[in-house]
DNA sequence: AAAATCGCTGTAAACGTTTACGGCGTGTGG
DNA sequence: CCACACGCCGTAAACGTTTACAGCGATTTT
């Protein structure tokens, strides 16, 4: 763990200034003799670039923070899985933040974009504040949005459309013959959960069924906030037929207590998450679910900042990623006992 | 994104040297009245530390990186999500290196290391090569490894007891009366390979059942291997009637497998995973799978990194976690029909 | 043969901090 | 009234690079 060796220790090996050093370690035309003598001394010494003063110098850190509002929710991983392998490729280390989904935590993260220790970031905020929009006016670097931001924001952005996937899903269910279809949603004050919310009720009404108050619950993305909420509901509407949820965390948290209540699922109750996880593929039952295309939305998140950082000045873009819904053994399965799972 | 203000910007609006600022700054004891007008000029012009710089001269980043072997892998994700707040809390940033389990570049990270735009590094190799361990000698930060490395190599280490955990396994399995229990495992040349691969002979004389290599298959440690490598098991000993998987993507690649064959599990099959990743608890049906403690193994590398970060020159530490079986419905469950999933 | 061109190299400044050192003004003790 | 200590502060060097610029010898041009 010794101090390793500078371009000035080479310089003094090979004889030369420390100006021919960097030109033949950055391939600048040098005659074959320096080139040579370089090579030769910087191989002996075992030398690496230090990436700190380099980036000092020329302004560009070769970093790209990514901020997921929690590192533990499948939907980012999948983000990040995408993510990762682009930056890579391009040359770019990734920076990982996790914000918790506390809005101070994402303040934080735009706030440090002006120590300069990221040339970009990606971020997908649960809640866009006003704080949020102003930081984004004067961030110190580019910003991609994975997320609805308001109309008009400067700012690369990537959405998905939940709109559409809550209404690809009500089609479905209401196909099935279901009447009785509750919602499970989480906080209304993040933007997830107003959008699908609001695209709850459009899609009922859409289908011709009332929107009945009764038959929503909200909670919060987690499995144990699902359980709850789902007890909640079906004490309140034992009769219920459907259930919409919000994410595929919560919809594992419904089947938990569907089971443990002794309906069958999707005899009793049909249950679609949202997301389409990892998790929907190898639930038991396996779970019908939106996706909503997490791993294309971290791609083209990746792809917008690196084609910002290239040619900073284009016109912000907007991309937009269909949902897709994924019928699996929830909705259209055959006969599954309701039984414990452990 | 205008060129940010320096602290000689803040220096010459304040009417004092960049000296005072950074003392001031750095909250060093100075007058009163020179604080004041430093921090009116920082507040006023948005002042933010340039990290790179402040690393530059410091020699200190802030920044940790975790390389892991695969993005997709539950196991990794269950360490990252408990590495992450720890570091958090310490104030390091996180870099996230994914080697794709290539050992070329999981020496590219050890070599980058040089670079030092990290402190450290937590690694988790899965092959341990003769350059791993020259490079770890030589290595120009701390760094912590999580899985096995040779005796005597003079590295932080934090290992999980796989052989413990399988024999929990073929003890659970004996117990129900399986007497033909097969093997699906990951490459052989890799660490949690070699070390599964031998536990697993081991614990069969334990409880006195003879070896049998025709009830090994060696694939990798991915879904569609272990459907791969299960469906040629089955091909050669149909009437096996338990699998010890060598981690819960190869048993869900099982499960697929002997449902499409019209095995019952855990009736005909009984199946146990490892590594007792999310998956394991939502998968249909639920798996029994050995904890090798990758929360826990997370947790503790991130501790050993910070306390060696503080403390350079401690002694090497081993830390080792212990294995837990965590029995569900793929052993020990109830009826479930063959049936599919998707 | 002098001037202009060219290829290569070294000197030095710059990136934005932190920090050792010395200087200056004030107050205290002799 | 001088010596000294002390609290603050400014100057300058340093961290390890990149790069503008000028210098120099060799070659080409006039």
């Known amino acids: 763990m010794a101090d390793g060796p500078t371009i000035t220790t080479i310089a003094e090996r090979a004889g030369v200034s420390i100006a021919s050093v960097s030109r033949v370690l950055n391939g600048l035309p040098t005659r074959q003799e320096t080139v040579r003598k370089v090579m030769a001394a910087a191989d002996e010494l075992g030398y690496v670039r230090n990436a700190v003063a380099r980036s000092l110098k020329s302004r560009r850190t070769h970093q790209v923070a990514f901020a997921m509002a929690d590192v533990g929710n499948p939907a980012y991983l999948a983000m990040l899985r995408e993510i990762q392998p682009v930056l890579k490729a391009a040359g770019y280390r990734l920076v990982l933040h996790s914000t918790d989904a506390v809005a101070a935590d994402e303040i934080d993260v735009l706030h440090s974009l002006g120590e300069r220790y990221v040339d970009g970031l990606i971020m997908s905020p649960l809640r866009v504040t006003e704080t949020h929009l102003r930081m984004l006016a004067t961030a110190r670097a580019p910003v991609v949005i ?69 038959l929503v619950e909200i909670g919060d993305f987690y499995r144990e906030e699902g359980r709850r909420a789902v007890a909640a509901l079906l004490r309140r509407v034992p009769d219920i037929d459907a259930l919409m949820c919000a994410n595929d965390l919560i919809a594992l948290g419904a089947l938990d207590v569907l089971r443990a209540a002794g309906k069958r699922v999707p005899q009793d109750v049909a249950v679609v998450g949202m997301d389409d996880t990892d998790l929907a593929a190898a ?27 290239r040619h900073g000045d284009r016109e912000p873009r907007l991309v937009t990623v269909l949902p897709r819904l994924v019928v699996r053994a929830s909705t259209a399965g055959e006969a599954s006992e309701g039984g414990r799972s452990s």
């Open 283 to 309: 639930s038991w039952p396996s779970l019908t679910s939106v996706s909503l295309g997490s791993a294309e939305r971290g791609k083209a998140a990746a792809e917008l900042l690196l084609d910002r950082l």
């Open 146 to 214: 994975i997320g609805s931001v308001p109309e008009g924001t400067r700012v690369d952005n990537v959405r998905a459309d939940s709109r559409t996937g809550v209404r690809l899903a009500i089609d479905h269910l209401y196909a099935l013959g279901r009447r009785r279809i509750g919602m499970v949603n989480g906080p209304l004050d993040t933007v997830p959960g107003a959008a699908r919310g609001a695209a709850y009720r459009e899609a009922l009404e859409a289908v011709g069924l009332r929107y009945d108050e009764r």
